[in-house]
């Protein structure tokens, strides 16, 4: 069973720095991509960052591209999301999730080919 377990989510100042982090068990995928979603209220869920495991490709939504970075660390198992300069914006849950790469490689961006989701962690940015 396919589980992420995501922690780091907290309250911060605009213009602060988090780490999330997602601890991932129980693949049994070869070919997979990890990604960051978060889901704001009134909002459309926004994938804003993930990474390949064939050859550890990345890509960042345009809404946080040059203040979010994706890295993951192998011997733990864990995937992190580095997120600097926050804005009030930045506010929502974040979702680790899982898709397998043929489902998702036609479209990386693309939340709804994730079909393996945590628990989420709520990120709150005060003004």
């Known amino acids: 069973e396919v589980q992420l377990v995501e922690s780091g989510g907290g309250l911060v100042q605009a213009g602060g720095s988090l780490r999330l982090s997602c601890a991932a068990s129980g693949f049994i995928f070869d070919d997979y991509a990890i990604g960051w979603i978060r889901r704001a209220p009134g909002k459309e869920r926004e994938l804003v960052s993930y990474m390949s495991s064939r050859d550890g490709s990345t890509g960042y939504a345009d809404s946080v591209k040059g203040r979010f970075s994706i890295s993951s660390d192998n011997a733990k198992n864990t995937v992190y999301l580095e997120m600097n300069y926050l804005k009030p914006e930045d506010t929502a849950v974040y979702f680790c999730?899982?898709?397998?790469?043929?489902?998702?490689?036609?479209?990386?961006?693309?939340?709804?080919?994730?079909?393996?989701w945590g628990q989420g962690t709520q990120v709150t940015v005060s003004s």
């Open positions: 999730a899982v898709g397998l790469l043929p489902f998702v490689r036609p479209g990386f961006m693309d939340a709804l080919r994730y079909n393996y």
